[in-house]
């Protein structure tokens, strides 16, 4: 089995996991070993499906005020969150290769392994969601229509971007490409950064 084929198992088991309480309070039981990878892996996409109900539910015209900013700011507590597992399963591939000899000629890619995977992990999601609606009782037939050429675009584009995943893991196995990560550091998370926090007296 293929790492995307593995991961796409572990993001859709995560994914169904998730919405039997569909609620963005819901706890998250890891089936996995922690701190092994199917760990890091199941729980990246559990963040990312408690985020994705998060983003509908701030975007709710009705919603209070108060109640919007505290879904804001735990939208911006979930990023931070899914930006340092992303940072944690990257740090996982650097030691899986660190004995790799690169090549002369080898060359960066634009982004790393777990961005592809973070990317995947949502794209998991958005078929998840758009069966939904292919299926809903109450949608027209038009709508259904729509969302199945939709669907069936995310159903292509997950096929395209396990093949270069897969491709890219394979290049950096054999020294034809590296890996170099960059820590995210975001700014507005951080007092120090922040012109908001360190001004506010």
Not at 100 to 107: D, G
Not at 143 to 166: F, M, V, Y
Request: charged fraction near 30%; hydrophobic fraction near 40%; charge should be negative.
């Amino acid at each position: 089995m293929s790492f995307s084929e593995k991961s796409c198992l572990l993001f859709e088991q995560a994914t169904k996991a998730y919405h039997i309480t569909d609620h963005i309070d819901a706890t998250v039981r890891n089936p996995y070993e922690v701190k092994s990878i199917e760990f890091y892996l199941y729980l990246k996409n559990w963040i990312d499906a408690v985020q994705w109900h998060m983003e509908d539910i701030i975007r709710n015209p009705m919603i209070e005020p108060v109640e919007g900013l505290v879904i804001k700011r735990r939208i911006d507590k979930s990023n931070q969150d899914r930006t340092d597992l992303v940072e944690l399963i990257d740090s996982f591939f650097l030691d899986q290769y660190k004995d790799v000899e690169v090549l002369p000629n080898a060359t960066i890619n634009t982004e790393s392994p777990a961005w592809a995977i973070d990317r995947l992990s949502i794209l998991i999601l958005k078929i998840y969601h758009m069966q939904q609606e292919v299926g809903r009782a109450d949608a027209t037939p038009e709508h259904k229509e729509k969302c199945e050429e939709k669907l069936r675009i995310l159903l292509e584009q997950k096929k395209d971007l396990c093949t270069a995943l897969d491709q890219l893991l394979a290049d950096i196995g054999a020294g034809r490409k590296y890996m170099k990560v960059y820590k995210q550091m975001k700014m507005y998370n951080d007092p120090a950064l922040n012109p908001v926090l360190y001004g506010k007296k």
